[in-house]
């Protein structure tokens, strides 16, 4: 089994994944708020499953920064 050694991610690599736990902070807040507001009990299940899904898949994105902390630039480039 080889093992193989991180890289550090491009800039435009780590707007990418800025830009999309922007967006999942986004749709997380939209579920919530009509999970919150919403009388329809079918509605509001799907609702927090699918606000779930993005906190996990958020919580994902903010591990795969935190793993490529340790090669990213000190110096902006």
Same mark, same amino acid.
């Given at each position: 089994?080889?093992?193989?050694?991180?890289?550090?991610?491009?800039?435009?690599? /780590?707007?990418?994944?800025?830009?999309?736990?922007?967006?999942?902070?986004? +749709?997380?807040? *939209?579920?919530?708020?009509? &999970?919150? !507001?919403?009388?329809?009990?079918?509605?509001?299940?799907?609702?927090?499953?699918? /606000?779930?899904?993005?906190?996990?898949?958020?919580?994902?994105?903010?591990? +795969?920064?935190? *793993?490529?902390?340790?090669? &990213?630039? !000190?110096?902006?480039?």
């Amino acid at each position: 089994m080889q093992s193989t050694q991180m890289q550090a991610l491009s800039g435009k690599e /780590l707007e990418y994944i800025s830009d999309s736990i922007s967006n999942e902070d986004m +749709l997380i807040k *939209q579920f919530a708020a009509t &999970a919150a !507001t919403t009388q329809n009990n079918s509605v509001r299940q799907l609702c927090m499953q699918h /606000l779930q899904s993005h906190t996990e898949y958020m919580g994902k994105l903010a591990d +795969l920064l935190q *793993q490529h902390q340790q090669y &990213a630039p !000190t110096a902006p480039q």
